[in-house]
């Protein structure tokens, strides 16, 4: 079975400062992996997704995530982060290949300091 | 483009009540989602539409809950019989195909008293 685990509930970072959120993922075969964010009352918006090839995907706002298939991980990163990235992130992965759903974590709420 | 759109934003029901959520996909969207996201949790999967055909309907927690995609474009997903474990945000996505990012709508928030 597919899961994935964020293991930190909620990250205070100050508005200039790095960021990395922490994804793991548990899959039987190579994994579609995706970060989403998603803003108060409102649906996911895809940030950035992985699905072969190059280790490093770019995506949108400037966030980057890198796979890491030994590890089991895709880290969502972002160099100097902004007052407006203060949301909820989710990982994901999947679909499943003959079930076509993905698995989501639990989520990471970011919150920005001035 | 418009994006994918849910109808209502919000609901609230009876407890026993049948309530029925809209879908609209961007057009042209092959494949349609249908995820249920408890408050501070993340989405989990219902079931999954290609075009009309329902392939997996594994997610969906009982038989009160029924999803049709009749034309292969808008989804309504039914519940019968609310229950107050009902309440959640119903997500909505879409994509061009099976293995392509979904594009979510803003959701339905339904509470059931």
């Known amino acids: 079975a597919q899961s994935v685990t964020q293991p930190d509930i909620h990250i205070t970072v100050s508005e200039g400062a790095s960021l990395e959120l922490r994804c793991n993922y548990s899959?039987?075969?190579?994994?579609?992996l995706f970060w989403y964010v998603q803003s108060p009352g409102q649906g996911l918006q895809l940030l950035l997704k992985y699905f072969s090839g190059d280790t490093l995907v770019q995506g949108i706002k400037g966030f980057e995530a890198e796979f890491k298939r030994s590890q089991s991980s895709f880290n969502l990163r972002k160099p100097s982060v902004h007052w407006s990235d203060a949301a909820e992130y989710f990982c994901?992965?999947?679909?499943?290949?003959?079930?076509?759903?993905?698995?989501f974590g639990d989520g990471t709420t970011l919150t920005v300091k001035p | 483009g418009a994006g994918v759109s849910q109808s209502p934003r919000y609901k609230v029901a009876k407890r026993g009540q049948d309530v029925a959520l809209r879908c609209d996909p961007i057009?042209?969207?092959?494949?349609l989602f249908w995820y249920q996201q408890a408050l501070g949790q993340g989405p989990e999967f219902l079931t999954y539409?290609?075009?009309?055909?329902?392939?997996?309907k594994s997610g969906l927690p009982s038989d009160r809950f029924f999803a049709e995609r009749p034309e292969g474009s808008v989804s309504t997903l039914k519940i019968q019989r609310t229950q107050q474990e009902d309440s959640a945000v119903y997500l909505c996505?879409?994509?061009?195909?099976?293995?392509?990012?979904?594009?979510f709508g803003d959701g339905t928030r339904l509470s059931i008293l």
């Open positions: 899959y039987g075969a190579t994994p579609y």
């Open positions: 994901a992965v999947g679909p499943h290949t003959n079930a076509g759903k993905s698995t």
């Open positions: 996505a879409s994509s061009l195909m099976r293995f392509q990012p979904q594009h």
């Open positions: 539409f290609q075009n009309e055909a329902q392939l997996d």
């Open positions: 057009s042209g969207h092959v494949s």
